[in-house]
């Protein structure tokens, strides 16, 4: 059962810092074609899965909201004769603040997009400069004000911490600044430093510094109680929402439910089946044409595999990982399974059971990079 499809719009009028996403500058880009071979893709792949089940659709980036008006609409109705729009339960689209005019968020609206991800980072202007964003303050307050008065009622803001030159009150001005908004939800992520990243140079170079281990742990956790005091309640490491506005297509990936991945470079995952799109744009058209499909690979997920992931996917969540459902899906009890990791683990204070879950402490959800290993090629 199929209950998400993300869409990959790799185009960026500029690229930011840290990014290691597959992306594009704009300028001089086959975005015509790059979005008719998106619309072949999406035919094709349904044909072969059909999407009665959908439930959420998530339009990722790059910078969606890069594409102008025109190519906008014939993109949002590309959606509409694939996927059963009407149906899903939440429609998302990933936007930049100095690019949601009046007349995108009213395209978006029209063709039944109702969750808006904005990505703001940080609402100090010399840290936006730093880290390669291009819009400002205003722009962002602009945005929100705009979307709701267009009818937007689900509204999430992305936020970065940990970046470079940024102190803790740098952090609590931004999430003050994040509250006065009143949005519906705010994911909040550490910045890692990728390969291939203007970050990542600088960093080899000596050139790059960030708060300290010590700083960033008390950011996080100043994160996780500034978020209870205004009413977003954590279910994910880095994801914060009012009841009921929490993101349902990320819930299908931690829940390593089944997904469509549409687009260069994007990931789907069928029926025990992972598969990779090519990335480069051209050979990803060329692909579309020539073979009904831009598989870059193939991989059958063995069961061992897919309980394990089925733990470090899980463990992400607050609620942690359901042991009726585990045993539901693998006809095995997971204590029986992961038995050494669970309790090392649980006596390091990093996890805890319920009657119903395994779960990551509140210690456990700074440090799950390293519990979420111990789960991995460990059976």
Known sequence: MIEAAYLHIPFCHHICHYCDFNKVFFKNQPVMPYLEKM?????????????????????????PTALDEKQLTYFLESIHESFPVHDVKEFTFE??????????????????VDRLSIGVQTFNEQLLEKIGRVHSNQQAFQAVDEARKIGFRNIS??????????????????????????????????????????FYNLMNKGKLRVPSQDDEAFMYEMLMDEMD????????????????Y???????????????????????YIDGIRRSNIAPLKKYMQ???????????????????????????????????????????????????????????T????????????????????????????????I
Request: glycine share 8%.
């Open 95 to 112: 936007a930049n603040p100095n690019e949601l005019t009046e007349e995108k968020l009213r395209i978006l609206h029209a063709y039944g």
């Open 157 to 198: 803001l992305d936020l970065m911490y940990s970046l470079p030159g940024q102190t803790i009150s740098d952090f609590k001005e931004t999430l003050d600044i994040a509250f006065s908004l009143d949005v519906e939800h705010i994911s909040a992520y550490s910045l890692i430093i990728e390969p291939k990243t203007v």
């Open 39 to 63: 619309r072949d893709e999406m035919k094709q792949t349904v044909e072969r899965y059909p999407a009665n089940d959908l439930k959420t659709i998530f339009v990722g980036g790059g910078t």
């Open 246 to 268: 929490e993101s349902l297509h990320n819930l299908t990936y931690w829940d390593n439910n089944d997904y469509y991945g549409i687009g260069a470079g994007a990931h789907s």
């Open 287 to 345: 692909a579309v044409t020539e073979t009904n499909h831009a598989y870059l690979d193939e991989i059958s997920v063995s069961k061992v595999e897919r309980m394990e992931e089925e733990m470090f996917l899980g463990l992400r969540k607050t609620n942690g990982v359901n042991k009726a459902s585990f045993y539901e899906k693998y006809k095995v009890e997971m204590n029986d399974v992961f038995s050494e990791p669970i309790k090392e683990y």
């Open 347 to 378: 006596n390091k204070g990093l996890l805890e059971q319920t009657e119903s879950s395994l779960r990551l402490t509140k210690k456990g959800r700074f440090l799950g990079n390293e519990v979420f290993q111990a789960f991995i090629g460990g």
């Open 229 to 244: 005091k205004h009413g977003y309640s954590q279910y994910e490491i880095s994801n914060f929402a009012r009841s009921g």
